[in-house]
């Protein structure tokens, strides 16, 4: 496909560059930012997260209880059994014979894991690292023994629990296993933590599941009806009573939308039928008799203006239950550039490289395009020219395709720019005729969404309007 398109009064086909997007607005920072602040924006992630973070509370509390409630006894229970190696060790090397002190301390160590070391003045020790549990361990022996122990961490480089003690005025070490002071059910408790916790957040995304899925439900079909898809309604036989009353009424009022909708594009019907005919009639009685010329044309101008609003009426009124299918995006520019090949107030300048296929209607999507170069046409002249230039652009998104269609011509008040898609708005005199319905921008961002599409209006810094429309990419193989 050629890559731009100018009617015989353009100038070269070539249409200069867009202008970067800034760095940070694209970046993977600002990307995750946006992922997180809409995944946190969803009311089954609050929910989970509430849940999650209530039952963790709750856990924490109660962990931290019962490890200060069973801080004391177990300072108690260990401070009894080092007070007992120390006074039987005591007591075993004191009174037993010299000859036997050598084959009773091995016997100490091979069966009891119990360590006796002559203390030497050149013994490097490390003090022990003290936390609330070694703090009061250490004052609970040095009371119950009456004497100031020497704890150490680790002596020579040789990790333990090391205690210094005098024996008859003789320094030793005695050396026992540190699993003697590191909490005993710390770790049990922590792993029934961990496994309470996983617990808690499968429960949690079950909870959270079981409350977001009406609400969820409600959602889809509100998206539904609002883009006038009455088909499928909410269950009102299963489920809470609350939410079967929710269902039934959103029933009955999705119902009487679906009425008053058929019975206004009914009625819309028979307006347009009944208005054209006389119309019709007036065209061919100026046609065959009123003399002048001039008179003539604009009676039938005025005519068939008439019976461009009647279309437009009737365009916006129509059911927006689209049947979609795959969309070349690509053929259908090549359409729009043939339509307006020799069109000569309208320059098309084209930047469409190949993009996956679309999920839209074909027809409808031929109207939206068609619209916006004529809603162009009409308000958008560029500056200076006797043309519209109209720039008509492709880009492929991760899950969707964005067609951009931007003119050059004086723009839209900012304060504007959102009442543009309203029906029967028209903007300030700059860009706007005394002729038209005010329905061109708003018959198109409803198409786009009844196609599952988003419609986004905004000013080029260097003057005109950008319409930008994301549609999403088809499911069957991409280009």
């Known amino acids: 496909m050629s890559s731009s398109l100018t009617t015989p009064k353009a100038e070269t086909a070539s249409a200069s560059p867009a202008?970067?997007?800034?760095?940070?607005?694209?970046?993977?920072?600002?990307?995750?930012?946006?992922?997180?602040?809409?995944?946190?924006?969803?009311?089954?992630?609050?929910t989970f997260l509430l849940i999650v973070l209530l039952v963790s509370a709750s856990l924490a509390t109660w962990f931290q209880s019962f490890r200060l409630l069973e801080l004391g006894p177990q300072v108690e229970q260990t401070s009894r059994q080092i007070t007992s190696l120390i006074d039987l060790t005591r007591l075993a090397l004191i009174h037993s014979d010299p000859q036997y002190r050598v084959p009773l301390l091995e016997d100490l160590a091979k069966k009891e894991g119990i360590y006796i070391y002559p203390r030497n003045p050149s013994d490097q020790w490390t003090p022990m690292q003290h936390t609330e549990f070694t703090r009061r361990l250490e004052a609970a022996v040095n009371a119950r023994l009456r004497e100031h122990l020497n704890f150490a961490d680790q002596v020579n480089d040789r990790p333990g629990l090391w205690i210094g003690f005098q024996i008859e005025g003789d320094p030793y070490w005695l050396l026992l296993d540190r699993s003697r002071i590191d909490p005993s059910l710390s770790e049990t408790w922590a792993s029934w933590g961990v496994i309470a916790t996983l617990l808690a957040l499968i429960g949690a995304a079950v909870i959270a599941s079981f409350v977001n899925k009406p609400l969820r439900d409600l959602r889809l079909a509100t998206a539904r009806v609002g883009a006038g898809n009455y088909s499928q309604m909410l269950d009102?036989?299963?489920?809470?009573?609350?939410?079967?009353?929710?269902?039934?009424?959103?029933?009955?009022?999705?119902?009487?939308?679906?009425?008053?909708?058929?019975?206004?594009a009914l009625m819309l019907a028979?307006?347009?039928?009944?208005?054209?005919?006389?119309?019709?009639?007036?065209?061919?009685e100026a046609e065959m008799s009123v003399p002048d010329e001039q008179s003539r044309d604009n009676i039938i101008d005025d005519i068939e203006q008439a019976d461009r609003i009647i279309g437009k009426f009737l365009e916006y009124a129509r059911s927006n239950t689209l049947k979609l299918e795959t969309v070349d995006l690509n053929a259908l520019i090549d359409f729009v550039r043939d339509r307006y090949q020799k069109d000569e107030t309208v320059v098309l300048h084209l930047r469409t490289p190949p993009v996956p296929p679309v999920q839209a209607n074909t027809l409808e999507l031929q109207r939206v395009v068609v619209n916006l170069v004529e809603n162009a046409k009409r308000y958008a002249l560029t500056p200076g020219e006797v043309h519209t230039d109209l720039d008509i652009s492709l880009q492929k998104g991760i899950d969707s395709v964005q067609l951009t269609v931007r003119d050059h011509g004086p723009g839209v008040p900012p304060e504007q720019l959102s009442e543009l898609t309203r029906p029967f708005f028209r903007g300030d005199t700059a860009r706007t005729a005394a002729k038209g319905t005010g329905l061109g921008l708003s018959i198109v961002d409803k198409t786009v969404a009844a196609m599952g599409g988003r419609l986004e209006l905004s000013n080029a810094e260097d003057g005109g309007l950008v319409v930008r429309i994301w549609l999403p990419q088809s499911t069957e193989s991409a280009v």
């Open 19 to 46: 202008k970067p997007v800034p760095a940070s607005q694209t970046g993977p920072l600002r990307r995750v930012a946006r992922w997180v602040s809409g995944l946190f924006g969803r009311l089954y992630w609050r």
């Open 236 to 264: 009102e036989h299963s489920g809470m009573r609350e939410i079967r009353e929710v269902n039934r009424g959103f029933n009955r009022m999705a119902r009487s939308l679906q009425e008053v909708e058929e019975e206004r």
């Open 270 to 284: 028979g307006i347009s039928h009944d208005i054209r005919t006389p119309l019709a009639r007036l065209r061919l």
